[in-house]
């Protein structure tokens, strides 16, 4: 994994609900999620972990601070022109070792919100042309930072997790609706996680709770390193986040996550819902 250099503000301590984003993300999001936790009484703080902060960002992760008392944070500076190099300088025949339908996913996703070409793409697969031939390498170079935004979550809880109680890791673009959900979580053994049919991956990486055990402790430990080795080698592809947690998941380890609990829309009456696409933004503006 790229090496950064990690500054607490705060540590968290006791049941602590971890999210983690870009500066911009930050801005835009983290705002909304902290003040909606003001609904559940059972976390004693959320985590705030901020990639490359600009000094508007530090100010803002400062008044927070102040202004909303469960509230621990930190922040790291990343090299993105490094990260992007190994991207660039991978062997150009590591997709061969990615599942299928992986690659059927990323050629599709990198013509997200594009209609015509969204269909052609789609088109192509059905009538047998390899997703390998279908991705441009120029989009996967591209993709890279955010894949780290994405994933940086997943590693980066390894270094406070053997110092806290339980764990919730969701996207910061969350809101927490209600607090019904807790009885749904807090006696499993198992990481939870909304489990799907039929999608290219098994399970969502947007709400993933851990539990305090040493079974626990090992998954944590197995992800950051598969995590370390797929990006020391340039393997960086967006949905890695979601792809690892299938990897390394067993049905010893991981279960389902009730659908209650987390959703993607307000009419998934769920007690967490992460808003995607155009949803997400008019939240803000609410």
């Known amino acids: 994994m790229i090496k950064t250099d990690v500054t607490y503000l705060a540590r968290p301590s006791g049941n602590v609900i971890f999210t983690c984003a870009d500066a911009n993300y930050f801005k835009l999001f983290s705002e909304q999620l902290i003040s909606s936790l003001d609904k559940v009484d059972y976390f004693t703080c959320i985590h705030i972990h901020v990639i490359n ?13 102040i202004k ?12 993105i022109k490094l990260l992007m190099e190994v991207s660039r300088d991978a062997q150009s025949d590591w997709l061969k070792n990615i599942p299928l339908n992986i690659l059927e996913m990323l050629a599709i996703e990198q013509v997200r919100g594009e209609y015509i070409n969204r269909k052609l793409i789609k088109i192509a697969l059905k009538i047998g042309i390899s997703a390998k031939f279908l991705i441009s390498k120029k989009h996967l170079l591209s993709d890279s930072p955010r894949v780290y935004y994405a994933c940086r979550r997943f590693s980066f809880i390894q270094d406070f997790f053997n110092t806290i109680d339980t764990l919730i890791v969701i996207d910061i673009d969350s809101v927490c609706i209600n607090d019904s959900f807790i009885h749904r979580v807090h006696n499993s053994k198992r990481i939870l996680a ?6 290219w991956s098994t399970y969502l990486a947007g709400f993933v709770y ?3 055990n ?59 819902i992460s808003y995607k696409g155009d949803a997400k933004y008019s939240q803000i503006q609410q």
């Open 194 to 199: 909304l489990k799907r049919i039929g999608a």
């Open 53 to 65: 902060p600009d000094q508007e960002a530090l100010h803002l992760l400062e008044q927070y601070l």
């Open 214 to 272: 040493k079974e626990t402790s090992i998954f944590i430990d197995q992800y950051a390193e598969k995590l370390a080795e797929f990006f020391e080698n340039g393997c960086i592809f967006w949905g890695l986040d979601q792809y690892l947690l299938d990897v390394i998941s067993t049905k010893n380890s991981t279960s389902g996550l009730h659908k209650s609990v987390f959703g993607l829309k307000d009419s998934d009456d769920s007690s967490f």
């Open 68 to 79: 909303f008392k469960r509230l621990t944070a930190s922040f790291e500076y990343v090299d």
């Open 210 to 212: 851990y539990p305090n």
